[in-house]
Antibody
Framework: EVQLVESGGGLVQPGGSLRLSCAAS????????MHWVRQGPGKGLVWVSR????????TYADSVRGRFTISTDNAKNTLYLQMNSLRAEDTAVYYC??????????????WGQGTLVTVSS | DIVMTQSPDSLAVSLGERATITCRSSQSVLYSSNNKNYLAWYQQKPGQPPKLLIS???TRESGVPDRFSGSGSGTDFTLTISSLQAEDVAVYYCQQYYSTPPTFGQGTKVEIK
């Protein structure tokens, strides 16, 4: 059974940093693209970033490029999102999700339960 | 970026009746080389993560009830729930994965009338 479990969310001050983790199990982690998607309070879904699980390719939304870094540790089957220079508008539930199949342009077929990040003083 | 626009924003349907949600993309998401539409539908129930219902515009995921169906091509797509059940109360999102960044519609909230 595919499982994705996020952790690392919390309350952080503007300008601060946080690292999210997503522990994956039930599939061969190194063969899929992995994504982060966020959802602000009462808002819709917004794609944040993706990575080829071997780490060879990464892409970011304009709103986070230069502040967020996505990475993987294949030995631990874990996806990360390092978030720096956080702003109030980054407040959201952050979901990790698996790209379904080979290639980056695939639907997101499994999602974690999400971790809440609140940026506030 | 491709803009995805859903309509309506919300709808209330009686149990057993049909619910129809439309999704329009600002440019075609049909890839001519393989004739596939790079369009997915997700269901999000309160307090839960999104769940993939339909991919490639019309392919139902394993375990998804057959009352859910997707149709359309190019820029215009539809999600239909043929006979609404109580457990279908949720917000539904369309998403294009044709180009970067992947983008979602704003969501359509489905309730029971």
């Amino acid at each position: 059974e595919v499982q994705l479990v996020e952790s690392g969310g919390g309350l952080v001050q503007p300008g601060g940093s946080l690292r999210l983790s997503c522990a994956a199990s039930g599939f061969t982690f190194s063969t899929n693209w992995m994504h982060w998607v966020r959802q602000g309070p009462g808002k819709g879904l917004v794609w944040v970033s993706r990575i080829k699980s071997d780490g060879s390719s990464t892409t970011y939304a304009d709103s986070v490029r230069g502040r967020f870094t996505i990475s993987t540790d294949n030995a631990k089957n874990t996806l990360y999102l390092q978030m720096n220079s956080l702003r109030a508008e980054d407040t959201a539930v952050y979901y990790c999700a698996r790209g379904g199949g080979d290639g980056y342009n695939k639907p997101l077929d499994y999602w974690g339960q999400g971790t809440l990040v609140t940026v506030s003083s | 970026d491709i803009v995805m626009t859903q309509s309506p924003d919300s709808l209330a349907v009686s149990l057993g009746e049909r619910a129809t949600i439309t999704c329009r993309s600002s440019q075609s998401v049909l890839y001519s080389s393989n004739n596939k539409n790079y369009l997915a539908w997700y269901q999000q129930k309160p307090g839960q993560p999104p769940k993939l219902l339909i991919s490639w515009a019309s392919t139902r995921e394993s375990g998804v009830p057959d009352r859910f169906s997707g149709s359309g091509s190019g820029t215009d797509f539809t999600l239909t729930i043929s006979s609404l059940q109580a457990e279908d109360v949720a917000v539904y999102y369309c998403q294009q994965y044709y180009s970067t960044p992947p983008t979602f519609g704003q969501g359509t909230k489905v309730e029971i009338k």
